[in-house]
């Protein structure tokens, strides 16, 4: 079983759309979770951080963690086409090496 | 904002040869980072930096690699003879503490072609 599996899409949602993205993992260990995302040809760029399970939410962008599940999610409201990118979900345990997922890409269209 | 700057953005280079990438992180961050994206993968993290030595490094780390920080602002990668398979994407990337706590701030990165 892989350590972090994310389905890469790609997803195509009108504008306006709510987008919901996932991820899950194996390694019980993970406690820290973050969302990155990755415009073509540039580095990841962190969204959402969040630690152990529960809901943060930071303006249009919901990221929660269920750890009993192994589940993490990013919601994003409202979406908007300058949101088209790849998101990739990251985790660790208390080092500094993230495990990053596949990524998937989104497209919003006008 | 400051950023992660890195040079140079492409590099294409024969194989066997050495290359060097190139990465200022920001000022006051403590930790540093080298991650790799082969096309079409997922990244993958190759080594932290800590105190002007190696924190931890992945199985792709091999004696082929090596990273210095030769001065108080550049964050090296040295790869000693490039292979095919080392064409990829080189992130480096810093932080204030360790990722467990903010995550980290990326570079745009350096796109390696090895011929």
């Known amino acids: 079983q892989k350590e972090v599996e994310q389905d890469p899409g790609p997803l195509s949602v009108p504008e306006g759309a709510i987008v919901s993205l996932n991820c899950t993992y194996s390694n019980s260990a993970f406690q820290y979770f973050m969302w990155y995302r990755q415009y073509s040809r540039k580095g990841p760029e962190l969204l959402m951080y969040?630690?152990?399970?529960g809901n943060k939410e930071d303006g249009r962008f919901t990221a929660q963690v269920d750890k009993s599940s192994k589940y993490i999610s990013l919601f994003i409201r409202d979406s908007q086409p300058s949101d088209s990118a790849t998101y990739l979900c990251a985790m660790t345990s208390n080092t500094g090496k993230l495990i990053f997922g596949q990524g998937t890409t989104l497209q919003v269209k006008p | 904002e400051p950023e992660v700057t890195q040079t140079p953005s492409h590099q294409v280079t024969q194989m066997g040869q050495e290359v060097i990438l190139r990465c200022v992180p920001i000022?006051?961050?403590?930790?540093f980072y080298w991650y790799r994206q082969i096309l079409g993968q997922k990244v993958e993290f190759l080594v932290s930096?800590?105190?002007?030595?190696?924190?931890?490094k992945s199985e792709i780390f091999d004696d082929q690699f090596s990273v210095e920080r030769p001065d108080g602002s550049n964050f090296t990668l040295k790869i000693r003879s490039t292979k095919l398979e080392d064409s990829a994407m080189y992130f480096c990337?810093?932080?204030?503490?360790?990722?467990?706590?903010?995550?980290?701030?990326f570079g745009s990165g350096t796109r390696l072609t090895v011929v």
């Open positions: 969040t630690y152990s399970s």
């Open positions: 990337a810093s932080s204030l503490q360790g990722a467990a706590n903010y995550g980290y701030t």
């Open positions: 000022s006051n961050h403590l930790y």
């Open positions: 930096f800590y105190n002007n030595e190696i924190s931890e």
